[in-house]
C-alpha cells in the first residue's frame, strides 16, 4: 500500500505507514478514546468524544463510551455487607 500511494502521490510516507482496519468502527472508537481518556497527561475534566464516519452518509456519529460497569453490594438480613 505504501508503494502505490507513493507512486501515486510523488511523496514516500513519513516513518513506517500501516494501515489498519477494524470489523466494528464504534467499538474501536471507544477502546481508542477509553486509551485516550486513561493517559495521565489528560486531566479528568477534558472532555475525551469519539465519532465513527459514515462513509456511506458523509455524517459523523458521536460514539456513547460504556457505562462502567456498576458494583453491587449484597447486603446480610442484619444489613451489614
Known sequence: MNARLTAATGDASPAPMRFFSYTDPEQDTREQTG?????PWIAKDV???GFSFDV???LLQEVQPVAPA???QRYQRDGHA
Open 47 to 49: 472532555p475525551v468524544r
Open 35 to 39: 486509551k485516550v481518556r486513561a493517559h
Open 56 to 58: 456511506n452518509t458523509g
Open 70 to 72: 456498576r458494583t453491587t
